[in-house]
């Protein structure tokens, strides 16, 4: 590994005496002592001259890190060439640190220094002493054992051909049982070769398959464990809902089998609309679209709003499962943003508390019934929604009214309609023939009936008072307050706030 980087220093070639060469930095022999090799001199700052060949002071080190130190001040000045030239180098370096600092470990281990920990055990005293968290003292410590049972290992880390990762590839799956390490040997110098020329992902994948084949009992139970360790869990956030789960392969197959649908279902909607589109982009919002985002948009919309819709689902309670937004009328009838009076509050308070013994618990329930509130028909899960939110969710839904009396018993219960009826749908269909919104190309089917006068406020449900939005421009329309009209040609079109404002 011996380089020299000629034009380092601002596009002139230095004299040769000042080049940059890397000649094993750190040389670890097999006695244990550290062997530092000759770092020649950087430039008119170097540091010192070369550092003894021989020796366990750490002084040595420090010397190494001021060299590191100075080409670290070089690296703004390289091209995008020497750059790689210099981080392939850096990264055989990184191994033979990696390769030392192993053996330190093994050699902490071995001199029982850690019998003076509380815990009484080497990995206690790593992460006591070294900053490690249990998992990660023990892969050093599992790692550490498998470069002295290896030599081949330990050669290949120590000369940098593979990297740390690859190491603990081999060591996690060829060490698991002793079935796996009284064949490993055997096979090493195979998984060395792939280690070499792939990343360690790769090599994860040909190991599990040797794994399976030498071993299958073992692979069987672990896919046995790993079904055991499937969970799902659903947090309710103060500003949404988080998601987090696990699942074996097969189970996980069908999970990725179902999203992978829904975003191809997506992407053919609307082929022009790759992750980072940036299509529809206003000032109070990027419109660039994460990967990750285009994966939500797809689960919502492409399996559980068909879910919900497909009447598969078991009812609960005689109904079939459903999200509900519950709103006072008052507050769909105000324009969106509108803030209420505090002294009405207050007076509502007052009111509906008078003459209780628990008067602070219902006057604190008086302001939770003044605001939209978002649920589900069949479980918890009960959330507090803006009503710039509820008047986007209301745009295009079943309506059942229910009227309530002042102690907020319900003494009528009207009949469930819908907003836009399915021949006023198929005629929005007809004429928008999918978002309406600057830029965006996303068809009727995934288009949401927005009431340009919300209903609440007055709005007629007609083709005059409606317009398809997508769902992240109906979010926007409502949030951001831009305007939806009907244009000359008839259709509707949607005038984004800030191109207005520069009007």
Not at 139 to 164: F, T, V
Not at 322 to 339: D, I, K, M, N, Y
């Amino acid at each position: 590994m011996d380089t020299t980087y000629p034009q380092m220093y601002f596009g002139q070639v230095p004299p040769a005496s000042s080049a940059v060469v890397f000649v094993h930095m750190f040389d670890i022999g097999r006695g244990g002592a550290v062997k530092v090799g000759d770092v020649s001199g950087l430039g008119n700052g170097a540091v010192g001259g070369a550092v003894s060949s021989e020796t366990k002071e750490p002084s040595a080190l420090g010397d190494v890190h001021a060299r590191l130190t100075q080409i670290e001040g070089l690296v703004d000045s390289l091209s995008g060439a020497e750059a790689s030239a210099l981080l392939a180098d850096v990264t055989a370096i990184a191994a033979e640190v990696d390769c030392l600092r192993l053996l330190l470990v093994s050699r902490i281990e071995s001199s029982h220094i850690w019998q003076a920990a509380p815990n009484g055990t080497a990995n206690s005293w790593l992460r006591a002493n070294h900053g490690l968290d249990h998992r990660g003292a023990e892969s050093d410590l599992r790692a550490a054992r498998a470069l002295l049972a290896h030599q081949q290992l330990r050669a290949a880390l120590e000369s940098g051909q593979i990297s740390r990762a690859h190491v603990d590839v081999i060591a996690s799956v060829g060490e698991a049982n002793e079935t796996r390490r009284m064949h490993l040997d055997a096979f090493m110098e195979v998984f060395i070769n792939i280690a070499r020329n792939s990343p360690a992902s790769v090599l994860r994948t040909v190991m599990r398959a040797w794994a399976d084949q030498i071993d299958p009992l073992t692979t069987a139970r672990d896919e046995f464990h790993a079904h055991r360790r499937r969970f799902l869990h659903v947090n309710q956030l103060a500003d949404g809902v988080s998601i987090e789960g696990f699942f074996d392969h097969e189970q996980g197959a069908k999970v990725i089998a179902a999203l992978n649908g829904a975003l191809s279902k997506a992407w053919q909607s609307d082929p022009a609309a790759p992750a980072g589109d940036r299509r529809g982009e206003t000032e109070c919002e990027p419109a660039t679209v994460s990967t990750a985002q285009q994966r939500a948009d797809a689960f919502i919309a492409g399996i559980i709003d068909p879910a919900l819709c497909g009447g598969q689902l078991p009812s609960s309670g005689g109904s079939r499962p459903s999200v509900s937004v519950v709103v006072p009328l008052s507050r769909l009838e105000q324009p969106c943003g509108t803030a209420a009076v505090p002294q009405w509050l207050l007076a509502d308070i007052a009111r509906n508390s008078a003459g209780d013994s628990e008067s602070d618990v219902i006057g604190g329930q008086s302001l939770v019934d003044g605001t939209a509130q978002l649920g589900v028909s069949n479980g918890p899960g009960q959330q507090l929604i803006s009503d710039v939110a509820a008047q986007r969710m209301t745009c295009d839904c079943e309506i059942h009214r229910i009227v309530i009396d002042p102690a907020g018993l319900p003494i009528d219960v009207g009949r469930t309609m819908r907003t836009f009826p399915p021949h006023l749908r198929k005629a929005l269909n007809l004429r928008d023939k999918g978002c309406v919104f600057p830029g965006c190309g996303k068809p009727p089917g995934w288009a949401q009936a927005h009431h340009i006068l919300h209903w609440a406020q007055g709005g007629r449900t007609s083709l005059e008072n409606a317009a398809l939005l997508c769902s992240k421009h109906h979010h926007q329309v409502h949030a951001e307050d831009h305007t939806v009209e009907i244009g000359p040609d008839g259709r509707a079109r949607v005038l984004v706030r800030h191109v207005l404002m520069r009007q």
